[in-house]
């Protein structure tokens, strides 16, 4: 159960008790309205009391719930959430864009070396005999 919807239960059922309590106010009033014994007179007030401190509890319920429900707080709560989550957000994407950068040379790395090896084994099928004619034929094709 949300805290909106806590609140709408706790506002029905003291909506309820309040209900009840200014039926009872009415009939001990209406029955005994000739009796004017202290004790009784006390009691009522008493109370009356309580159902005006009730009755003020209901509508900071009231206004409790109208803020909990309310658009504006929600866009509020949800830009907190967004921004709090930007600084996290921005260090992973640097460190995206890290591994990226690391992949890319991995695989530049892999085709200089598959290239070389290639040439390698180029120049030795190319290349046979005397060690000094294949270095000046090797020579000859870099110049």
């Known amino acids: ?6 609140l709408e239960d706790i ?12 039926r009872d106010i009415k009939q001990i009033e209406k029955e005994h309205a000739d009796n004017t014994s202290f004790l009784l ?14 009755d003020s509890l209901l509508a900071e ?14 866009i ?4 907190v959430l967004l921004r709090n989550q930007i600084p996290y957000l921005t260090m992973r994407s640097e460190k995206l864009d890290e591994e990226r950068k690391l992949r890319l040379d991995t695989e530049k790395r ?5 290239e070389e090896l290639y040439k390698r084994k180029q120049r030795k099928h190319y290349i046979k005999g005397d060690p000094a004619k294949q270095q000046k034929k090797l020579n000859k094709r870099h110049d």
Do not use: F, W
């Not at 159960?1 to 806590?6: L, N, T, V």
């Not at 509020?76 to 830009?79: D, G, S």
């Open 1 to 6: 159960m949300g805290y909106a919807s806590m």
């Open 11 to 22: 506002r029905d059922r003291l909506a309820e008790g309040l209900a009840s309590i200014a």
């Open 41 to 54: 007179i006390d009691q009522l007030n008493k109370l009356k009391a309580i159902y005006r401190q009730c």
């Open 61 to 74: 319920i009231e206004d409790l719930l109208e803020i909990t429900t309310a658009p504006d707080l929600d």
């Open 76 to 79: 509020a709560h949800e830009l």
């Open 110 to 114: 892999v085709r200089d070396l598959e």
